[in-house]
Nanobody
């Protein structure tokens, strides 16, 4: 089973940036898509962005123009560059790998946006 390890979370002021990383234990091209989800306290987990094996990206409306998903195939790593951060972006961010209808998840990394 693939292991996904997220890093890069932390505390940032409103308007700041964070870059999240997700290192996979195997070739990310083994999966149909890699993605980032988030879950805020008391809310359901929601899609932030994903990228499929062909490189096509998909973003939630709140992420468009502020967040960018990318990947480094040589490192089996997926990134989420987040900018213009708002307090409402505070959440645990999870990396996902999708194979057909099955999802694999990392342990999550906390991002807190606060002054």
């Amino acid at each position: 089973q693939v292991q996904l390890v997220e890093s890069g979370g932390g505390l940032v002021q409103p308007g700041g940036s964070l870059r999240l990383s997700c290192a996979a234990s195997e070739n990310i091209f083994n999966f149909n898509a890699m993605g980032w989800y988030r879950q805020a306290p008391g809310k359901e987990r929601e899609l932030v962005a994903d990228i499929n094996v062909g490189g096509v990206t998909n973003y939630a409306d709140f992420a468009k123009g502020r967040f960018t998903i990318s990947r480094d195939n040589t490192r089996n790593t997926v990134y989420l560059q987040m900018g213009s951060l708002k307090p409402e972006d505070t959440a645990v961010y999870y990396c996902s790998a999708r194979l057909l209808s099955r999802y694999y998840w990392g342990q999550g990394t906390q991002a807190t946006v606060s002054s």
